[in-house]
Every structure is written in structure tokens, then in C-alpha cells.
């Protein structure tokens, strides 16, 4: 069998008394997509926070390509190949689209002062070349988008707003993407289209892995294979949809059903 490319055990989070994060086991195979549900505190922004860096593990041990990285600050997430979108849109609206793409794209790009001040035509060069990257990867998404790269974000309406954070996430090509409510702010029929154009990004870069935050459980259906259930905290299901969806606990936790 391949090995995981993230492995998580017994991985705790504590807030004072709330146990956030209860000892949670999870394994992610490379190339696929995994569904992570639950009700509205749960623990699943708490899980990719910890993951990130963002909050430190109390107990237990992530993995990811067979590396501990439990410890690790955000930026060395990061730079190992994990990228993230956040449940409410962390935009700079006064800024260009292109901008705000550049933001998910730092690791890639030369920042010392003799690049920047004396090499003008590497410089350049290297702005080209992210300026195409940037729109080769946004028209995936929407093709007029692409054509307006150099307008404020504060210009175009939520649901372009989270096709760009979702190739900000993209554009420094990562291994792993963790997507957290990605259709927050938008209708069915755009949610489902934005996760058409994720799974097609994901051919084409090849091999990319995804964790998915979703309440639209017709997007969890459509485009994951496996599903891992939370509640306060802890894992109660998983396997397929259809499997979790049908599970005793899973039915309780979201309806209250003795």
C-alpha cells in the first residue's frame, strides 16, 4: 500500500476546559480528496489550524511525507508543501487581484534587496513569469477573471473573490491543499461549479491532495471518496458518504436522533 502522505495520531488541541481536538487518527492517501464534516464545532477549523501551525498541538503527532512536523511554525508549513484557504475571506480588497495572488506565492519569489534594486531585468522576468503562472492558473477558474488581474479585488463579487484565494492557495504549488468552507457565500450551483474546477486543477497539477471542509454534503458527495466525521472533537465515522451517512452517530450528532 502507499504510504500516507499526512498521518495524525492522537492529535489534541485544549482551549482552557473545551477539549477541541480529542486524540484524533487520520490517515491521507496522496491524489485524493477527503471529506471533513461534523457540526458547527466540531473541531474541523481546529484540526487544520493545529495541522498549519496555527494553534500548537497539546498531545500527539502529525506527519506529512513521513516527516514530523507537529511543532513547526506556519511558515515552515508552508514551505513543506501544505497550503490553506480560511473559512472568511482573508483578501486585501484595495489590492490587484495579481497582488493578492502573489501573497500565496512568496516562496517562489527572490526577495533580497540586490534582486529587487539591481538586477532590474531579472526582476522583471521574474514578474512576467508569475503574472502568466497567475493567469494560466485563474482561467481554469474563469477565463474573464483572468483579464482583469490588475483591477482591485475590491471590484469583484464573493464568489470571484474565493476562486482567487483558492489560487492563492494553488499557486505555490503545494502537495497538500486544505480547503475550509470554500463555498461560504456563494449558491449550489457556484459551489459546485468552483469544486469542478478544483478537482480539474487537481488532474492537471498532478497528484495533488485535498482536505475538504464542507456543510454542502452534495459537494462531499460528488467529489470525495472517503469521509471522516468529528464530533466535540473526536472521529465517530468513517468511510465512504454513503457509509457515514448512514451511520447511527453521524444522524445523532447532526439531528439529535436518540
Not at 540586490?114 to 531585468?121: A, C, Q, S
Request: hydrophobic share 40%.
Amino acid at each position: 500500500m502507499t504510504a500516507p502522505l499526512l498521518s495524525c495520531r492522537g492529535l489534541t488541541r485544549r482551549f482552557g476546559g473545551v477539549l477541541a481536538l480529542d486524540g484524533l487518527d487520520l490517515d491521507v492517501e496522496p491524489g485524493s480528496v477527503l471529506g471533513l464534516i461534523g457540526p458547527n464545532g466540531s473541531g474541523k477549523t481546529t484540526f487544520f489550524n493545529v495541522l498549519t501551525g496555527l494553534f500548537p498541538a497539546n498531545a500527539g503527532e502529525s506527519r506529512f511525507a513521513g516527516q514530523p512536523i507537529t511543532s513547526w511554525r506556519p511558515q515552515a508549513v508552508y514551505r513543506i508543501g501544505i497550503a490553506r484557504t480560511f473559512q472568511r475571506s482573508r483578501m486585501c480588497l484595495p489590492l490587484s487581484i495579481f497582488d493578492n495572488l502573489m501573497v500565496g506565492n512568496h516562496l517562489h519569489l527572490d526577495h533580497g534587496l540586490w534582486f529587487n534594486l539591481v538586477r532590474r531585468r531579472a526582476l522583471r522576468r521574474q514578474v512576467e513569469e508569475c503574472y502568466q503562472a497567475a493567469r494560466d492558473l485563474l482561467r481554469i477558474f474563469d477565463p474573464p477573471l483572468a483579464d482583469r488581474m490588475m483591477e482591485p479585488a475590491s471590484r469583484i463579487p464573493m464568489i470571484d473573490r474565493r476562486r482567487v484565494e483558492v489560487c492563492r492557495a494553488l499557486i505555490s504549488r503545494p502537495k497538500l491543499l486544505l480547503l475550509d468552507e470554500p463555498s461560504a457565500g456563494m449558491t449550489h450551483e457556484e459551489t459546485l461549479r468552483l469544486m469542478d474546477d478544483i478537482l480539474q486543477v487537481q488532474q492537471q497539477l498532478g497528484g495533488l491532495t485535498i482536505i475538504l471542509i464542507e456543510h454542502e454534503m452534495s459537494v462531499i458527495e460528488r467529489v470525495t471518496r472517503r469521509c471522516v466525521v468529528l464530533n466535540y472533537g473526536r472521529k465517530i465515522a468513517e468511510g465512504t458518504y454513503s457509509e457515514v451517512s448512514g451511520d447511527p452517530q453521524v444522524r445523532q450528532a447532526y439531528l439529535g436522533l436518540e
